[in-house]
């Protein structure tokens, strides 16, 4: 038990601004990132994967449900592996986990860069970072 | 809001804050491990060649799979509980203790994992 007890202030005396916001969006995009990864191993334990992969090749697919992280296993039909439904799922997680990383990359960047110039410049090239990767890795989880 | 730090690297590398300051910077450790492996694998996925089969390389060695997976299971299991404590700002008082019930939910998971990879790449 820690010495000094916590202190909770309301919302209505904190204000909600952008920071606020991005402190919601890191917490509730990991419950958000445990739930997807959750649906994809269910999806995956329906589709045969118990009989048909090992647990690491099925966790490799909860991580990203991508057909090509089922590829070097027992499965002895792409297709279910394969829909638009599953490349959405995936389009999802990519993108929830990519902005809750850039953001933290912003976070720890700005407990290092002083500048207040620097710091702009930082994030302006994590927009540009979130949006080049997340539209590259959509394009692979399309085409793959 | 600018810093200024009147300490030296050799004060700040001794500062003992001990059990949540470990988890403070295994979390960044494991998020900035991930975050360039996820960058460098969506990358080398739309660009293949030689450099994606060198990188490939890379992702198969025990050693870099041990690495990765230690990042994301520490920050996923890290990462849940600052989500709870921070959703419940009651628990807060019990950080300590949640502390030390997240390592003992990762070191098994993490030792057994880190074995089967052992085991696997050296043909147990």
């Not at chain 1, 850039?102 to 090239?125: F, T």
């Not at chain 2, 004060?11 to 460098?40: A, D, E, N, S």
Request: glycine share 8%; with cysteine; charged share 10%.
């Amino acid at each position: 038990m820690s010495d000094s007890k916590s202190r909770t202030v309301p919302l209505s005396k904190r204000g909600l601004n952008f920071e606020t916001l991005m402190w919601y969006f890191t917490r509730l995009s990991a419950l958000a990132m445990y739930a997807l990864m959750l649906f994809a191993l269910i999806g995956a334990l329906v589709m045969g994967a118990r009989n048909q992969m090992n647990f690491a090749d099925v966790m490799r697919w909860a991580f990203m449900p991508n057909a090509a992280h089922v590829q070097s296993t027992n499965v002895p039909d792409l297709a279910p592996w394969a829909t638009t439904f599953w490349k959405a799922v995936a389009g999802l997680l990519l993108f929830v986990a990519s902005s809750h990383g850039v953001h933290g990359l912003v976070v720890i960047a700005d407990d290092y860069i002083p500048g207040k110039g620097a710091r702009k410049v930082i994030r302006l090239l994590s927009i540009v970072m979130l949006a080049s990767v997340t539209a590259i890795g959509l394009y692979v989880l399309w085409t793959s | 809001m600018g810093l200024s730090r009147n300490v030296s690297l050799w004060t700040g590398l001794r500062y003992k804050g001990q059990g949540p300051y470990l988890t403070f910077i295994l979390h960044r450790i494991g998020g900035l491990g991930m975050g360039v492996f996820v960058t460098m694998h969506i990358l080398v996925s739309f660009l293949g060649g030689s450099v994606g089969l060198f990188l490939n390389d890379i992702y198969k060695h025990w050693a870099f799979q041990i690495f990765i997976f230690f990042c994301a299971l520490f920050h996923a299991v890290n990462g849940l509980r600052i989500t709870i404590l921070d959703l419940f700002p009651k628990l807060i008082d019990h950080h300590r203790e949640a502390i030390w019930i997240e390592w003992a939910v990762f070191l098994p998971l993490f030792g057994v994992s880190a074995l089967v990879i052992l085991m696997t790449a050296w043909g147990g």
